[in-house]
């Protein structure tokens, strides 16, 4: 269970972490828009895309791992 719980832990960090890139990226495309014409939104925008997917399948890994974590810990209740 342990290893439940440090591999969701790390799973819940990543997620964060992609998120802090997701908000520089949006700070970015918004700055593109005002700054540059938004000559870079589309590349911009796809990345974010990647991000978006990918954060997601952290997310839900790690949602995974603690309901493993609680399943576990009820049976081992009884």
Do not use: Y
């Amino acid at each position: 269970m342990k290893k439940l719980a440090e591999d969701a832990g790390f799973e819940l960090s990543a997620a964060r972490e992609r998120l802090e890139w997701f908000a520089a990226l949006a700070r970015a495309i918004a700055r593109d828009v005002e700054h540059c014409e938004g000559r870079d939104v589309q590349l911009l925008a796809q990345l974010a895309k990647h991000l978006g997917d990918t954060g997601v399948a952290s997310a839900d890994a790690a949602i995974d791992q603690f309901e493993q974590i609680a399943h576990a810990s009820s049976e081992a209740a009884l």
